[in-house]
Nanobody, 127 residues
Framework: QVQLMESVGGSVQAGGSLTLSCAATGTATYSDSMGWFRQAPGTEREGVACVNSDGITTTYADSVKGRLTISKDAAKNTLYLQMNNLKPEDTAMYYC????????????????????WGQGTQVTVSP
């Protein structure tokens, strides 16, 4: 069983930065693919970024490329999401997710394939 705990999000103005973290505990967490997903009110959950079980290979949604960076500290079993140049459209509840497949994805309904989820953390970006 894997447990995921996100850090507290926050509120920033457009152009600002935030870093989210997700601490993972449980069996074989170091070998799981992990990712960040987000959901704004009235919208479908969407993928933001993920990292393969190798801890190195990353995938990003087109909307966040160049602004958000995902990374994983294997020693700490912690996943990070560094968010720069935030936009109002980044406002959402952000969720950390993990599963045992070796190669991750964030496209389309990818979120349905992840079995382990954090409780979510709110990020609000004002104009």
């Amino acid at each position: 069983q894997v447990q995921l705990m996100e850090s507290v999000g926050g509120s920033v103005q457009a152009g600002g930065s935030l870093t989210l973290s997700c601490a993972a505990t449980g069996t074989a967490t170091y070998s799981d693919s992990m990712g960040w997903f987000r959901q704004a009110p009235g919208t479908e959950r969407e993928g933001v970024a993920c990292v393969n079980s190798d801890g190195i290979t990353t995938t990003y949604a087109d909307s966040v490329k160049g602004r958000l960076t995902i990374s994983k500290d294997a020693a700490k079993n912690t996943l990070y999401l560094q968010m720069n140049n935030l936009k109002p459209e980044d406002t959402a509840m952000y969720y950390c997710a993990a599963d045992t497949f070796p190669r991750c994805t964030v496209a389309g309904a990818a979120w349905t394939g992840y079995n382990y989820w954090g409780q979510g953390t709110q990020v609000t970006v004002s104009p």
